[in-house]
Structures are given as C-alpha cells and as structure tokens.
C-alpha cells in the first residue's frame, strides 16, 4: 500500500494523518489504525482512543510519530542487513526523508494576508548556525549549489547533510531546547515540534548515528521530488510468524484456522483503511477547489481595481497635459511682454544715444574694438595652449619612439615591452590633456570675470546716463520758469548756478573716462603685439606637426612589420608547445590513486564530503568538480570525457592551431 506525495505536503498530510472511525472488525483485532504494535508491541486502551479520536491534532501527531518508528526501525534493520554505506537508492532511507519532511511541515503557520510570504523551514534551519556553529558550513555549502533554486530543495540538501555528519540529532535537540525562541514564530502551539511527540522523536534520530550514508547532492533533483511511503514493510505480521515457527506440528494444525481468521480481519481492516483513505483525499481536493474559486473571484476584483486605477491615471495624464499647455501659454505670454519692454528700452536708448552721439559713438567704437581683441586674444590663447602641449606631447613622443625604435630591433620579446611603454606615454599624454583642459577653464574663468568688470562699467554709464537725462529735464524746466517769470531773476540766479555745479561734475566724469579709454587702447596694443607673436607660434607648430605625421607614419609601418614577425612567432611557439606537451604527457601521463590525493592539484583545496575528487581522463591527476567541469574527445575514447583545466586549454589550443 502506498501513498505519493509531491512539494503540496501541507494539503496531503492533513489528508493521510486524519483520524479513521472504528470498523466493525476493530473487535478482533485491538491495536491502533497504525501498526504500532511492530515497533513498541502494547495495545491501546478504550480511554485513549476515545481521546484521540476526540483531537484530530493529537491524532495526527500520533500517527506521524507511529510512523516515524516503523519508518527508522526499518532503516537500522536495513543498514544491519546489508552492513554497507547506504545511498539515496536506499528505499528505508528515502522515506525517512519524506516522513522527516512531513514532521518539519505539520503546523506550520499559513499567510496571514496576501502581501505577507509563507513560512517555510528552511528559514528555521538557518537560524540553527546562531546557536551551533557547525551548522554555518551546512549552510553555505548548500547555498553555494547551483542546481537548487528553491526553499524547499535547500531544506532537503541540509538534512541529507546534516544526516552524513551525523549531526541532525543533535541540531534536532537544539531546535527542541530552544523551541520558544525558535520554533515559536514558524509554528502553531499544538504542532509536532512544539509538543512532547517532538522530544521522542529526537530521541528515536540518534539511533541514525550507527549509519553510514553517501550521497551526491548535484545529481539528485531536490526542487521537485515525488515522495512515496511502501506501508506494505511495515504491516507484516513478523512475530506470528516466528511463534508458528517455535510451535510443535500438533499445534500448528490447530492454530492454522486462527492465524487464517486473523490475517483475513487484518486485510479487512486495512481496505476500511485505504477506503477511508480516499475520502478524506475526496474532501481535501473539494477544498482546494474551493480554494480556488475563492482565489478566481477575489483575482477579478484585483483585476477591476487595476483597471480602475489606470483609468484614474489616465484622467491625471490628461490633466497633466492640460496643466504643461497652460504653462506654455503663459510662457509664451511672458517672452512677448519681456521682448516688447525690451524694444521699448532699446528705443529709449537710441533715442538718448542721438542727442549725445559723440561719447557714446567713441565709447561703443572702442568696447566693440575691446570685445574683438578679447576674442582674438581668447582664441590665440588657447591655440597657443593646445601648440605648446602639441609641442611638448610631440616632443616626448619623438624621444620615446626613437628609444622605441632602437630597442624593437634588437629582439622579439622588447617589442611587447615598447608597446607597454607606448601605453604608458600615450595614458601620461591623456593625463597633460586633461591638465591643458584645467588651464583653459581657469583663463576662461579670468575671462569672465573681465566681463564681469565691464558690465560693471556699463552699469555706472547707464547712471551716469540717469542723472544727464534728470538734469536736462531739470534745464527745461528752468527754461521755462525763465520764460515765463522774468521778474523772479534770483531764482534763476540760483538754477543757474545748480546748472553750473552740475556741468563741473559731468566733465570730470568725461576726463575721467577719457582716461580710461587711453588706458584701454594702450591694453590693445600690448594685446596686437602678444597676437603676432602667438602668430609666428602658430607657424612653428603646423611646421611640428608636418614632422610628426612624418614620424608617425614610419612607427605605424615599423609596427605592423612587428606584429607579422610577433604572429610568426607564436605559430612556431604553440607548435613547439604542442610537441612538448605530446612528449610530456606520453612520458608522464599516470593515472592517481585515490589513496596517495588528499587535496586538488590545481586550487588546492582539501577533499570533503561537499567537493568530490574527479580524475582528469587526459593526465590522471585527481581534481575537484569545479577544477575538473570540462569535457573533451580524446582519441583513446569514442565520446567526450571530464578534462581538467589545464589540459583542457592545451587542446582546445591545439584544435584551434590545426590548419
């Protein structure tokens, strides 16, 4: 009789450790719906089948613990039996890890919402390294393995593990001990680990510690594994058996008709059994289709929401366009005001540059001369900036190509170093060209703030210009007065002299600037003559530049000569390399034993029970699974074998060299 399992173990366990109604022949025979009386031998009492049957919880956990025993009886008789190092093949064992996993999972606590995760025991399994060490390199080795990609297959790698060191029993005790600060978060009050089925249980896994197990964790598939429990091993009969053996023959006929009787309410009872069985599979699969069109419906609300909410996002993009129009509008509104107000001013200012043409004539003649020999000099400058670092890039240039040159004759293997050095001056060339570009934003902040200090100059004209317009207007007034008030003569003593104060103020003014002009066209000419001699530079360096294309052409063609000799070269080498290699290994080539290697040739790592030794099929050394993970078609084999690294370059280099 058996049952299969698959990753939905929450589901299934509640469906087959759920407690069975009495059958009208639980009369005959007395023990319990599991066999336990093969593992403990006692009959249960009237009293305590009521008070199972009465907690559906403790009937579960009474029957898982039944099970267990049955299961790792099973397994100590079968290593005792064939008295060798059992594997994953081992069918006692693979059952031990499917009732071990229905233990880890029995009450486990559900998602409380549909944003909070599900509680796995994985998670508690690595919380075990905070109070066991040991249990860290578990961790990490399993972690480390690529094949695994879920929770539960890193859960099922941990206890096979734990259970090769022979330390699950004491992580179990572990867990038992601190099971309020553990196991209170990832399970309900009445589960498994939190009762005192627990302890028994922990107490039946260190009888596991007499067993000799292997396994190779990369070629089992832990993500998703079909569970199968065989009850047939566990409901025999074993000890009627060994009665009817000791009994005389007389009594054997006498007693055959019971054991016939007894064998056949047994059958009975396990068919009640098996019916019931189905069932409680029947309910359970109504449920999760329930489950299921519960989760369809609320699906369709979420879809409805989501449809809803993009429908509002939409009308909130609507509205955003509409808001980035409006902005426009008003930009635009803003930029014909600000441009009409602009002519305005400007019409204003033509018309005060009219009536006073002569200063304002010389003064925007020499500012527009100052503006076009500031650019002409910005320009000079920087060109005279990028010659000089030309020059002295070139200059550099030459001496290390000449050294270059000289040494490139003399062997083969200088040529890679002069390339190196090459490098080397052409990254120091990049770093000068990034210092010539801090110079120049430094000249052109200089720059700015010369245009700083002219606008500054323009700033006080416009006053100046202010107080000239105040004061003309103050003339016409006064003007007028004189014209219409001939007799009030003292009034227009005093206006007269206020004009006079005046006037005296506006042509220092005017000395004043014409100083300054003076010391700007002397500026000018100091600036024409730096522009001539920045000139001449500026011919020096075309005629520096001619040379070094010169230069330049004759490395490139010196180069290329290298790089064809350097191709030749390498040829000849990996052919000398391959004959070498040929010799050597038909010289050396021996096959390790496994005794003599304790660690890889390469990384030398020591072996465990996680890194597995592997023999390279082309040398013979003995290397570990990540030294050792290529493949190649040697000639002594008809398909590809396991390589090592180091000879796996050796032929792929030797392929790809064969014409």
């Known amino acids: 009789m058996t049952t299969n399992t698959d990753d939905s173990y929450a589901v299934e366990v509640a469906a087959i450790f759920t407690p069975l109604p009495p059958t009208p022949s639980s009369e005959v025979v007395v023990h319990d719906i599991w066999p336990t009386a093969v593992v403990t031998g006692r009959e249960t009492s009237r009293k305590e089948k009521k008070k199972i049957q009465r907690d559906p919880i403790l009937v579960e956990r009474t029957n898982l613990l039944n099970v267990a025993k049955l299961v790792i009886k099973e397994l100590i008789d079968s290593s005792f039996r064939h008295g060798r190092m059992l594997d994953i093949s081992h069918v006692p064992l693979q059952q031990f890890f499917i009732i071990m996993e229905h233990i880890l999972r029995h009450g486990i606590k559900s998602k409380r919402g549909i944003l909070s995760q599900q509680k796995e025991y994985w998670h508690m399994l690595e919380l075990i390294e905070r109070y066991v060490p040991e249990a860290a390199e578990i961790t990490a080795t399993v972690k480390e393995l690529p094949e695994i990609r879920t929770l539960a297959g890193r859960a099922r790698a941990w206890l096979r593990l734990a259970l090769m060191q022979k330390t699950l029993p004491d992580y179990f005790r572990c867990l038992l001990e601190k099971r309020d600060l553990l196991l209170s978060d990832f399970y309900e009050r009445d589960a498994f680990m939190m009762e005192d089925e627990g302890m028994i249980f922990s107490g039946l896994l260190v009888g596991l510690n007499i067993i000799d197990c292997n396994f190779c964790l990369k070629e089992e598939d832990l993500d998703y594994q079909l569970g199968v429990i ?49 069932r409680h599979l029947n309910a359970t699969v109504t449920n999760l289709q329930q489950r299921v069109e519960s989760l369809t419906t ?51 200012r033509d018309t005060y540059q009219s009536s006073r043409a002569g200063l304002d004539s010389i003064f925007s003649d020499t500012a527009r001369k100052l503006d076009d020999e500031k650019k002409q000099r910005k320009e000079l400058e920087t060109e005279l900036e990028l010659q000089g670092s030309m020059k002295r890039e070139m200059e550099l240039a030459m001496k290390l190509l000449e050294k270059d040159i000289h040494e490139k004759q003399d062997t083969v293997v200088s040529l890679r170093r002069q390339l190196d050095d090459i490098k080397a001056i052409n990254l120091e060339m990049y770093k000068k060209l990034q210092e010539c570009q801090g110079s120049l934003q430094h000249k052109t902040e200089l ?86 001699k920045l000139k001449q530079r500026v011919k020096d360096y075309d005629a520096l530049m001619v040379e070094h294309r010169d230069l330049q052409s004759a490395c490139e063609e010196q180069e290329q000569a290298l790089a064809e000799m350097g191709c030749h070269l390498s040829v000849e080498k990996l052919k000398v390399d391959d004959l070498t290699e040929v010799t050597k290994l038909a010289t050396d080539a021996a096959w390790a034993q496994d005794k003599e290697v304790s660690q890889c040739r390469q990384c030398e790592k020591a072996f465990s029970v996680a890194r597995r030794k592997h023999h390279c099929r082309h040398c013979g050394d003995i290397y570990c699974g990540l030294c050792s993970d290529n493949t190649m078609l040697l000639p002594s084999s008809a398909k590809p074998v396991r390589v090592c690294d180091a000879c796996y370059n050796i032929l792929l280099q030797r392929c790809n060299a064969k014409p």
């Open 447 to 532: 720059v700015a703030k010369l245009e700083q200090k002219t606008n500054q100059m323009t700033a006080t004209i416009s006053s100046l210009e202010q107080r000239g317009r105040k004061q003309e207007a103050e003339r016409q007034v006064a003007e007028e007065q004189s014209r219409s008030l001939g007799l009030q003569l003292v009034e227009k003593d005093q206006l007269r002299s206020t004009i006079q104060t005046d006037l005296k103020i506006e042509r220092e003014w005017r000395v004043s600037l014409q100083q300054s002009l003076t010391e700007v066209k002397d500026k000018l000419m100091e600036e024409q003559n730096e522009g001539a």
């Open 298 to 348: 609320t699906n369709a609300l979420m879809k409805e929401d989501m449809a809803i909410s993009k429908n509002h996002v939409f009308s909130l993009e609507e509205d955003k366009r509409k808001l980035l129009a409006e902005r426009n509008t008003l930009q635009e509104d803003h930029s014909k005001r600000v441009q009409s107000m602009r002519q305005d001013v400007e019409v204003e």
């Open 230 to 278: 065989d009850f047939s091993l566990y409901l025999k009969d074993s000890n009627a058996n060994s009665t009817v053996a000791m009994e005389t023959p007389g009594e054997a006929g006498d007693k055959h008709a019971c054991g016939e009787h007894a064998n056949m309410t047994a059958v009975l009872d396990q068919k009640n059994y098996i019916e019931e069985l189905n």
